[in-house]
């Protein structure tokens, strides 16, 4: 395994200060100079060993030339011209003569989408500290690692984390507008001077509300890449597990709740005739709240498109086991709630010595819609490959 020094050096920095930033490859020939700038890498075989090719075909084949290349294979020509398709190609570089981490290093959040490469003299790593990348190839070499503590992290987590991009949680459905207000009754009246007509008339019964809509799907989880770990020298007391999953499906999103129903319209007011009058009518109920709809489907998991393959001093491999974790395929939203009842509509007041009308109820509320249908397909994990320094 080359220095850190000699690795600086391939990639045009200074040993002393630390960088980070983009750097843009513009060919197939610099790329592999700078992944493979530290010696040690895998062979072409153990790259996809296992794994099936996910993604669209060109990307798939393109990314595919680019890393056979890197790692010594010879490309046809029509491989390599694909291959040159690819650039130009932003990699994020991390070179630094010395790091410390007590938490989590998230190398995705910081790096954008494309290849990594870190590269580091000696890493600290104190209590709380690990380290994350998600869906995107990683080499990364240090001369020495010192674990600093013996916490142990949460289940689940490594102090290396290769993993996929999960899919996101669909959006919730959308909630249509509430009906207006019903007919209201027709008003009473006098047949005649000082003579009683009709009774004002009863509102109209509210309308229902109207159905959410159904809740989006999941969102498409993106495959864990290639990674390759150097590590020169160990000092630990714990184990220090490597972790890889791919992409998890997303979760559907909540369905769309249901409309408020309509409100009732309102009984007529009755009529004074002189000395009488005629008696009011009553409000009719409001309409029953629209259902809950369906949530959204579950996503389906993807596989991972790269291995793992990790060197160490052969008198630390026993200190870092491997855990290889299928990913998990989407569940469904749950579904959306009922939309209240509509509120009655109002009693008609009554004419000269009559009574006026009932108020109308509220209407019944909408049902809660069904949970999503989940995914079953699950992602299978790129595999972990250890090997002596």
Not at 27 to 43: E, H
Not at 58 to 67: E, L, W
Not at 293 to 319: E, K, L
Request: hydrophobic letters at 30%.
């Amino acid at each position: 395994m080359k220095s850190f020094a000699e690795r600086a050096a391939v990639f045009g920095v200074s040993p002393d200060l630390g960088y980070a930033g983009v750097i843009t490859i513009d060919t197939l020939d610099k790329m592999k100079s700078m992944m493979t700038a530290a010696g040690l890498n895998p062979s072409v075989e153990s790259l996809r060993q296992g794994l099936d090719a996910v993604g669209d075909e060109f990307i798939d084949r393109a990314s595919d030339a680019v890393a056979r290349h890197v790692h010594g294979d010879t490309l046809s020509d029509e491989d390599r011209a694909l291959a040159d398709e690819v650039f130009p190609v932003d990699v994020f570089l991390v070179s630094a003569p010395d790091k410390t981490i007590s938490s989590e290093w998230n190398l995705s959040a910081e790096s954008g989408g494309g290849p990594v490469i870190v590269s580091l003299g000696t890493l600290t790593v104190e209590d709380g500290g690990y380290i994350v990348i998600n869906g995107q190839a990683l080499d990364f070499s240090t001369d020495t690692l010192i674990r600093d503590g013996t916490a142990i992290l949460p289940s689940g987590l490594g102090l290396f984390n290769i993993l996929g991009k999960n899919g996101v949680t669909g959006n919730k459905g959308t909630t249509p507008a509430a009906p207006g207000q019903a007919k209201n009754g027709s008003p009473g009246n006098c047949s005649s001077a000082g003579i009683a007509g009709a009774s004002g008339g009863d509102g109209t019964p509210g309308d229902p509300g109207s159905h959410g809509n159904p809740g989006d799907p999941g969102g498409a989880a993106g495959p864990s890449m290639l990674a390759t770990i150097r590590l020169g020298a160990v000092t630990t007391s714990i184990d220090l597990p490597i972790v890889t999953q791919s992409g998890c499906g997303g979760i559907g999103g909540i369905g769309g709740d249901g409309s408020k129903g309509g409100q009732g319209g309102n009984g007529g007011n009755g009529a004074t005739c002189g000395c009488t009058g005629s008696s009011g009518g009553s409000g009719a109920q409001g309409g029953r709240g629209g259902d809950g709809w369906q949530g959204g489907p579950g996503s389906a998991a993807v596989d991972a498109a790269g291995n793992v393959t990790m060197y160490v001093p052969s008198a630390s491999q026993s200190r870092f086991p491997t855990v290889e974790l299928t990913a998990t395929a989407g569940v469904g939203g749950q579904g959306g709630s009922g939309g209240d009842g509509g509120a009655g509509g109002a009693a008609g007041s009554g004419g000269k010595h009559n009574d006026g009308g009932s108020a109308g109820g509220i209407g019944g509320q909408g049902n809660t819609g069904p949970v999503g249908v989940p995914s079953t397909v699950t992602g299978k994990p790129g595999k972990i490959f250890i090997q002596p320094v």
